[in-house]
């Protein structure tokens, strides 16, 4: 069996993204759904009921009593809350545990939280682009590098081929991932996603967040290009491959953002990444 064929039997066998999650996905894009329709799908998920009563009961909400009913804690927190709440819990249980991004030379928690902050610019910089909503943005974000999760073993076993090959040519990281192992974690990505049933824009704008062309593509594809080239250069998860990176500067007239307004996004990228630790399980 070839080391594709090894890879690909692997995501066989990958544990489905919970359905309960999808499924509000799709009731909270009618802005008229109730939070008793909500709690009626929800109840079912014991881990998402679980998250979703624990975060609203969080100090970062300050609330002055204990909320226990999981349709009370709905009300409370608000849709746009809801949605991301929901979505970082159930991605969360894939970025944790066991030796997750080590074949990056990323330390146990530094993948969950580069794509947690992937997911908080591009929310920031969504108001710039066109034809992407926030929540989409968030989700994309959060899931751009599912892939590494699961190839991360096999860059370990070829670690120092891949490194020796990035040195002697001069390449980025994903170009020598592509020609030693046969795929690249953003390939494996979007495999992964359409066994899990996302959208397409989702699973394009992830399998291409590392192309060349990147910002001149779909908006939604160059706003996690771009979301993901800045959290690596503010130095958010950075492992061997983000060392390697090709940045791209271009393209950034297309939207019309300025020096100064990535600034800001950043300054608040580091605040939103300290107040989200307890939310987003950091």
């Given at each position: 069996?070839?080391?594709?064929?090894?890879?690909?039997?692997?995501?066989?066998?990958?544990?489905?993204?919970?359905?309960?999650?999808?499924?509000?996905?799709?009731?909270?894009?009618?802005?008229?759904?109730?939070?008793?329709?909500?709690?009626?799908?929800?109840?079912?998920?014991?881990?998402?009921?679980?998250?979703?009563?624990?975060?609203?009961?969080?100090?970062?909400?300050?609330?002055?009593?204990?909320?226990?009913?999981?349709?009370?804690?709905?009300?409370?927190?608000g849709q746009d809350a809801l949605r991301d709440i929901i979505m970082a819990g159930s991605s969360a249980r894939f970025y944790k545990g066991g030796d997750v991004g080590a074949g990056y030379d990323l330390e146990q928690g530094e993948l969950w939280k580069h794509s947690v902050a992937v997911?908080?610019?591009?929310?920031?910089?969504?108001?710039?682009?066109?034809?992407?909503?926030?929540?989409?943005?968030?989700?994309?974000?959060?899931?751009?590098?599912?892939?590494?999760?699961?190839?991360?073993?096999?860059?370990?076993?070829?670690?120092?081929?891949?490194?020796?090959?990035?040195?002697?040519?001069?390449?980025?990281?994903?170009?020598?991932?592509?020609?030693?192992?046969?795929?690249?974690?953003?390939?494996?990505?979007?495999?992964?996603?359409?066994?899990?049933?996302?959208?397409?824009?989702?699973?394009?704008?992830?399998?291409?967040?590392?192309?060349?062309?990147?910002?001149?593509?779909?908006?939604?594809?160059?706003?996690?290009?771009?979301?993901?080239?800045?959290?690596?250069?503010?130095?958010?998860?950075?492992?061997?491959?983000?060392?390697?990176?090709?940045?791209?500067?271009?393209?950034?007239?297309?939207?019309?953002?300025?020096?100064?307004?990535?600034?800001?996004?950043?300054?608040?990228?580091?605040?939103?990444?300290?107040?989200?630790?307890?939310?987003?399980?950091?």
């Amino acid at each position: 069996m070839s080391k594709v064929e090894r890879i690909l039997e692997l995501v066989k066998e990958i544990e489905p993204f919970p359905k309960v999650a999808r499924r509000v996905m799709e009731m909270l894009a009618d802005p008229d759904v109730e939070a008793r329709e909500l709690a009626e799908v929800i109840q079912y998920d014991q881990a998402i009921t679980a998250n979703v009563l624990k975060i609203c009961n969080a100090p970062y909400f300050g609330l002055t009593r204990k909320v226990s009913s999981l349709q009370e804690a709905l009300v409370m927190l608000g849709q746009d809350a809801l949605r991301d709440i929901i979505m970082a819990g159930s991605s969360a249980r894939f970025y944790k545990g066991g030796d997750v991004g080590a074949g990056y030379d990323l330390e146990q928690g530094e993948l969950w939280k580069h794509s947690v902050a992937v997911g908080i610019l591009a929310k920031q910089l969504v108001g710039k682009i066109k034809g992407v909503e926030p929540a989409t943005a968030f989700t994309a974000g959060l899931l751009h590098d599912i892939g590494k999760r699961f190839l991360s073993t096999f860059v370990s076993e070829e670690f120092e081929q891949i490194m020796e090959k990035v040195a002697r040519e001069k390449c980025s990281f994903v170009e020598a991932e592509k020609e030693i192992l046969g795929v690249t974690h953003a390939e494996l990505g979007w495999v992964i996603l359409k066994r899990w049933e996302f959208p397409e824009d989702i699973l394009v704008a992830v399998r291409k967040h590392h192309d060349q062309d990147a910002l001149e593509g779909e908006p939604l594809t160059a706003l996690i290009a771009l979301s993901n080239t800045l959290v690596i250069s503010m130095g958010i998860g950075v492992g061997a491959d983000g060392l390697a990176t090709k940045m791209r500067g271009a393209g950034l007239q297309r939207f019309g953002i300025t020096p100064l307004h990535l600034d800001m996004c950043m300054v608040n990228l580091l605040d939103e990444l300290e107040r989200a630790e307890e939310l987003l399980q950091l």
